[in-house]
Nanobody
């Protein structure tokens, strides 16, 4: 069982930066794939970025080149550095985790992959003012 707690959300002007963090409880954090998703106002939840247990990384096209995902297994944390923020990045950002032995990486980052992530945080709000 893994519990996830996000932090770092807030209000930022367009063009600014924020860094989100997700703290995971439980053992064997290094054996989990970790991901970030977001849900904007009136929109469905969507994939943002993910990092595999072995360090593989995948980004949504909408954030590629602006966002950077990283993990620190010694601290049981995964972070999302968000630069050049746009108004359309406004959303609640969710951290997700899935055991590496559960679903294949290709499934987790593929179409409908969101359905396969086992654990979710409660989210942190990011508001980008234009």
């Amino acid at each position: 069982q893994v519990q996830l707690v996000e932090s770092g959300g807030g209000l930022v002007q367009a063009g600014g930066s924020l860094r989100l963090s997700c703290a995971a409880s439980g053992r064997s954090f290094s054996n989990y794939h970790m991901g970030w998703f977001r849900q904007g106002p009136g929109k469905e939840r969507e994939f943002v970025a993910a990092i595999s247990w072995s360090g593989g990384i995948y980004y949504a096209d909408s954030v590629k080149g602006r966002f950077t995902i990283s993990r620190d297994n010694s601290k049981n944390t995964v972070s999302l550095q968000m630069n050049s923020l746009k108004f359309e990045d406004t959303a609640v950002y969710y951290c997700a985790a899935d055991p590496a032995t559960s679903s294949a990486w290709s499934v987790l980052v593929g179409e409908d992959g969101m359905d396969y992530w086992d654990y979710w945080g409660k989210g942190t709000l990011v508001t980008v003012s234009s």
